[in-house]
């Protein structure tokens, strides 16, 4: 079973990749789909320039990205990431095992002076309508 | 997909189902515990009431001082010495392609707000090869749990578990959580 979450890709290659699609499906025994994304960055000295979630239901959730083209200027002056990951967040209770919550989370760090945060982005995978953003000083 | 599995180990494990409990109680299934002191054994309990791990000699790790514990009724050892397979408490994590996971961590609460405390129960956790036992209530003073950096299908974890009441009747305002990130 897939996720109903899932994540779209940006490299400074040029190159866009989505989960489960191409080169990075889900196949079981195999790496994840992210860790196989994570070692073709390292091989080929590639860095990620923008990092999204969505559905395949038009739903979609978007960080701060490295784009070099914006729109406005607003996108122009923002703090720029340094670093893009991915996770996925699973919690239960040993007293209602239907309760199992699952969320993926993007994430944005930054350098503000000399300080490190993190940019979250949680999305539930049951019920797309909740999300939730942090921030998170390292 | 992810999915959580959680057993109560003995000479065979007993599946902790998706609305099974784990009892505490004294030397026997539904005996009670005296005020202040830590559980004999360790069943698990449908939600109709039945000993689902009779049969199974289920295993019990009792609280006796902060780093050391009575595994089935033995007499003291150190916490630290404990073997995986006389852990009560066996969890697996499993997922359809090989993940690493990370920031584990296994605590009590109320039953409805994770950090509060359960409520009339001193609970305490550790996992396995821990030093010393965790007063594990609410998601602040969480267990934590090792992480697993090698990718991999299925991950076990090893808990030990001691509850001990802190005043009459059944408790009901006590849930035990799990959290783990996975990428």
Known sequence: MNYNVKWQVSLNNGETFYENKGFFLEIENELSPWNKLQNYILQNNFYITSLSLYTDTGQRWNLPSLSQNP??????????????????????????????????????????????????TWVDEKNTNNCWSLIVKE | ????????????????????????????????????????????????????????????????TSSTVSIDGGSSEALSGVSTSNCP???????????????????????????????????????????SWTNAEGS???????????????????????????SVGEKTDFSVRIELTYS
């Not at chain 2, 005020?35 to 790790?61: A, C, F, M, R």
């Not at chain 2, 950090?115 to 090869?129: M, S």
């Open chain 2, 89 to 131: 408490v066996k969890i697996n994590f499993s997922h359809g392609t090989s993940v690493i996971t990370y920031d584990a961590i296994f605590y009590s609460y109320d039953g409805t707000t994770t950090t509060v405390a359960p409520v009339g129960v001193t609970f305490q956790a550790a996992e396995q090869g821990d030093a």
């Open chain 1, 71 to 120: 729109k406005f200027k607003a996108f122009d002056l923002a703090i720029k990431p340094f670093k893009f990951s991915l996770e996925r967040k699973i919690g239960l209770d040993w007293d209602d095992k239907n309760k199992q919550d699952i969320y993926t989370c993007i994430i944005a760090w930054f350098n503000i002076g000399e300080e490190q945060y993190k940019l979250s």
């Open chain 2, 140 to 166: 602040t003073s969480a267990v934590t749990i090792a992480n697993h950096s090698t990718p991999a299908t299925s991950h076990d974890y090893f808990l030990l578990v001691s509850a001990s009441p802190e």
């Open chain 2, 1 to 64: 997909m992810a999915s959580f599995t959680w057993y109560l180990q003995g000479t065979s494990p007993t599946t902790i189902g998706a609305t099974d409990i784990l009892q505490f109680a004294k030397a026997t299934f539904d005996s009670p515990i005296t005020i202040t002191e830590y559980q004999d054994t360790t069943h698990v309990e449908s939600s109709t009431g039945v000993d689902l791990s009779t049969g199974n000699s289920p295993k019990n790790s009792k609280y006796l």
